[in-house]
């Protein structure tokens, strides 16, 4: 009996009753087969749909449950992934993948007869099931209050998850067969590939039966298949991964033949979801392979990182589907309790364009949807610039109808702009559209070891590589384009990059490349191009910075097809090194500047003012000479408007360097050299910031000079972090029988009691007390020193003088 059939009743009654339910459930429990068919056969719902994270579990999944019906895929049990749609009018569970699940709600987002949405494997956090669940959620609210939506994972977080969806959790305990642990400490944690053939060896010599072992991809896997040559003749190697054929997959998945037994090498594929006959040991190498977004170069790199322990867990469950097992894994058991209980979700770790362009298809913002997690104002605009530069959004942000067939397309988007552009040139470049075919085939199969492109794409043509077939025949196919035996010409290779890749036109700068959205890069160490200008297509390495594909580029010759990429602009600068003014007009795209001569234009105030601003933002106020009442006048203002918001606008220095522009731009027109601007006293434009009522407070709460009982107009020294400072002889102060109170009490003021030498003589915030205690000592030192001065025996209620005491 499957431990999900336990709670069964108890989890029926919970979703009939809640709009969304949680359900953790460990590995081996049934959640993704018995359950969802169990609910299909007893008609609690009309038709389900369940998200599977990965296409190789939907797949068998589907395959699984339609074996259980006795029928083939697409009866009751359908199947919906890339390539791949097996449905029909008697299907009432259907298994999709994540990108499938939000092409069903764009395109009915009242999901017309469903009435239930799973979400497997939850923990892994894609964006596009987060996506999926935004949108799923705001259905639910406002068009579908009968749907039902529940979430399903071995490792949920679910104290955060029951808070943020406010809904209920049912566990289901226990796993089908116990799973005992085996830690495997290692010397050396930089040499831990080499002792996983070791380990696997040992535990087929401990245990019975079949192993999996987890490593992070396809070049580890390779390593240790090559290490495992004289493995006994009745063990069988085999590997699985996300981008073999079906064939090769299944063959993995299959149980071993008789009396053999079987190492299956795999990547997290095997994860989640999916049973291996035969499988009771499993060797968690604790490595993955993690996709690392650099939001300055826009590139998403492939990194190695240790697993969470979730995962961990999750792996672990493949050895107990069917018999107890066991998993050895490498490290201290101290090492795998230190690992983070979670895996980061994607949406704050990759490219969110796509993302923001399925919300804008969707009528929504980002900030609209129901995210467990938001992502950053960087991420935002990093993906808002390449949106734009895709022109999938317009200049005020809006979704155009090309980022709207972009998404529809069933590819990534940069790829599904190159295609969608060069169908529309075709007639007008013949041969762009089967060139772009073929490029995309070579993108996406990840054949290529060949740094420029034209020549990659001769070669696959003349020789091709059967994951490139694989992929070509897949998009001629689509895209209804027969297979031509003639040569491709490839002169159009560097517009269809620049239409999939904008933001990485390069430039030449020194030893390395200048890329359109502002960021470095470098060449692979064998690339033997020098060209002015690149299109890259392939950039990964250390922080995504080094060029792996690319192709020469005429930037110019861009400009006919995508005009919107080059902008016309003058441009006005104080040069410090050569203390003069640079007046250029510029063509530019994006952060490459590809013609710069001397402006036509007469320079203007106003563009005098922004150069001089520029050169404020470098610098801030240490760019003007030394003025202290302004300084002072800075400080006082932002002390305001920290003690009392509700009197005073915000004020600091970051703040006023950044909004230059409205409080000391028209200050700054008749400015013509820098010694003049050095010179410029700020005082005026700064006190401009706060209205006359706010200046007239300013003065009163936080006045620049004190007038104490002697008369004299004492200056008070501010500063942002502690209290005011009066320094004063201390014959001025006499009767003054408190300190002074500053802004309403809020600011506290330093009182320095100075000898009629101007020496200090004593630090005090409580003139008070001073009086009734100390100040006999200092007045006892003091008549010795200065016998001509009036030091009374009372200075609380005495006269203040600023004069010596023959003179009173």
Excluded at 75 to 98: F, H, M
Excluded at 256 to 263: E, I, L
Excluded at 766 to 793: I, T
């Amino acid at each position: 009996m499957l431990p999900v059939q336990d709670i069964y009743q108890q989890l029926v009654t919970t979703l009939q009753s809640n709009p969304i339910t949680l359900l953790q459930a460990p590995p081996g429990a049934g959640k993704s087969t018995w359950l969802p068919l169990q609910l299909m056969r007893d008609g609690h719902f009309k038709r389900i749909v369940m998200l599977e994270p990965r296409r190789l579990a939907a797949r068998n999944i589907a395959s699984y449950l339609a074996k259980c019906q006795n029928e083939s895929v697409g009866q009751s049990v359908g199947l919906r992934i890339r390539g791949e749609s097996k449905v029909s009018a008697n299907t009432r569970l259907e298994i999709v993948t994540e990108g499938m699940l939000t092409r069903m709600l764009q395109n009915d987002p009242e999901l017309s007869d469903i009435d239930l949405l799973i979400f497997d494997e939850f923990h892994e956090r894609s964006i596009a099931a987060d996506t999926s669940l935004a949108f799923a959620l705001e259905t639910q609210s406002a068009l579908r209050e009968d749907l039902t939506i529940m979430l399903m994972s071995a490792t949920l977080d679910t104290e955060r998850y029951t808070a943020f969806f406010d809904c209920p959790a049912i566990q289901s305990s226990g796993r089908s067969y116990p799973i005992d642990e085996v830690y495997i400490p290692i010397k050396d944690e930089s040499r831990w590939l080499d002792a996983i053939p070791s380990i696997i060896k040992q535990a087929l010599n401990e245990q019975t039966g079949s192993a999996l072992v987890f490593l992070p991809g396809q070049f580890e896997i390779l390593r240790v298949q090559q290490a495992l040559s004289d493995l006994p003749s009745n063990c069988q190697v085999a590997t699985l991964f996300g981008e073999q054929d079906k064939a090769n997959q299944q063959a993995a998945i299959a149980p071993a033949p008789n009396g053999m037994r079987k190492v299956v090498l795999t990547t997290n594929v095997a994860e989640t979801s999916l049973t291996i006959e035969g499988i009771r040991i499993v060797i968690d190498s604790g490595k993955r392979r993690a996709a690392t977004f650099n939001l300055k170069t826009g590139v998403t790199e492939l990194t190695t990182q240790s697993i969470s322990r979730s995962s961990a867990l999750q792996r672990a469950g493949r050895a107990g589907r069917i018999e107890p097992g066991i998993v050895y894994r490498i490290g201290s058991k101290q090492t795998f309790e230190r690992r983070n209980s979670h895996d980061n979700p994607e949406i704050l770790t990759s490219d969110i364009s796509q993302l923001m362009l399925e919300a804008k298809q969707w009528g929504a913002s980002i900030d609209e949807l129901t995210l467990l997690d938001k992502p950053t104002e960087q991420q935002c605009e990093q993906a808002s610039n390449l949106l734009n530069m895709l022109e999938a959004i317009d200049s005020k942000g809006k979704l155009t109808p090309l980022g709207s067939k972009m998404l529809g397309f069933g590819a990534d988007i940069r790829l599904a702009h190159m295609l969608l552009k060069a169908q529309i040139l075709d007639d007008q470049l013949p041969g762009i559209f089967r060139l772009a075919i073929y490029l995309v085939a070579l993108l996406e199969s990840r054949v290529n070891s060949v740094n420029e492109l034209s020549l990659a794409l001769h070669s696959q043509q003349q020789r091709p590589h059967p994951v490139f077939k694989q992929q070509l025949k897949y998009w001629q196919n689509r895209l209804k384009v027969k297979d031509e035996k003639s040569e491709l010409n490839t002169h159009y290779i560097s517009l269809l990059v620049a239409l999939a890749y904008p933001d990485r036109i390069a430039k030449k700068r020194g030893n390395g490349y200048l890329l359109a959205n502002g960021a470095g890069a470098e060449l692979n160490a064998d690339y033997w191009h020098n060209d002015d200008y690149l299109a890259i297509a392939t950039m990964g390495g250390h922080k995504g910075g080094r060029i792996f594909a690319a192709t020469a580029l005429n930037p110019f010759e861009l400009q006919e097809f995508l005009p919107h990429l080059f902008s016309e602009l003058t441009r006005c600068e104080f040069d410090e090194k050569s203390a003069r003014f640079i007046h250029q007009d510029e063509v530019k795209l994006g952060a490459i500047t590809l013609t710069s001569q001397p402006s036509k234009q007469k320079l203007d105030k106003g563009e005098r003012a922004k150069a001089w601003l520029n050169l404020f933002a470098k610098h801030g106020f240490a760019l003007f000479n030394e003025q202290p009442d302004a300084q002072q006048l800075l400080i006082r203002m932002s002390l305001a408007s920290n003690l009392m918001p509700d009197k005073f606008p915000q004020i600091n220095e970051q703040q006023l360097i950044q909004n230059a522009a409205q409080w000391l731009g028209v200050f700054l027109e008749d400015i013509k050299t820098l010694t003049q601007l050095k010179k410029f006293n700020y005082f005026e434009a700064l006190q401009n910031c706060f209205d006359w009522q706010q200046q007239t407070a300013l003065k009163a709460l936080l006045p620049l000079r004190l007038t104490v009982p002697s008369g004299s107009n004492i200056k008070i020294e501010y500063q942002l972090d502690g209290p005011a400072k009066l320094s004063v002889r201390m014959q001025e102060v006499y009767g003054l029988t408190s300190t002074p109170m500053l802004a309403n009490g809020k600011l506290p003021l330093l009182m320095e009691l100075l000898s009629p030498g101007k020496r200090s003589l004593q630090l005090t915030q409580d003139l008070a007390h001073f009086w009734a205690s100390s100040y006999r000592d200092v007045q006892k030192e003091m008549k010795g020193r200065y016998p001509k001065h009036f030091w009374p025996d009372d200075p609380a209620n005495s006269v203040a003088t600023n004069r010596v005491k023959s003179k009173m």
